[in-house]
């Protein structure tokens, strides 16, 4: 079970990751470090929005940035957090039918 702190912590990664451009910027970097440039180019997003959101995911360990000479990569330093992606990614992916086993009640048989 969860500690109230744990829980928090979790609920404020999720809501990082809610906002759709933070969720865009932070898949853009599942296979590879990109630079705040290649980031803005893939997302069509300004760089000062793109700068602000790696701020924050930055600070909510979520990305990692590491300089290469003047340009600046981020990744995702945690294979638990790509690995959450990657199977969120994958979830969406697979075929879905309503749930069947539900009567029209909502009870279930």
């Not at 906002?19 to 803005?40: F, H, K, Q």
């Amino acid at each position: 079970m969860l500690t109230a702190d744990q829980t928090s912590a979790l609920a404020e990664m999720f809501r990082l990751l809610g906002e759709p451009n933070r969720l865009s910027i932070v898949a853009s970097c599942l296979d590879a470090p990109r630079s705040v440039g290649e980031i803005t180019s893939r997302l069509g997003l300004s760089q000062s929005l793109v700068s602000h959101h790696l701020r924050l995911l930055r600070a909510a360990r979520l990305l990692k940035a590491r300089r290469r000479g003047k340009q600046v990569f981020y990744n995702i330093p945690d294979s638990h957090v790509r690995d959450m992606l990657t199977n969120m990614i994958e979830h969406l992916a697979e075929p879905h039918e309503h749930d069947e086993d539900i009567t029209e009640t909502g009870a279930i048989p």
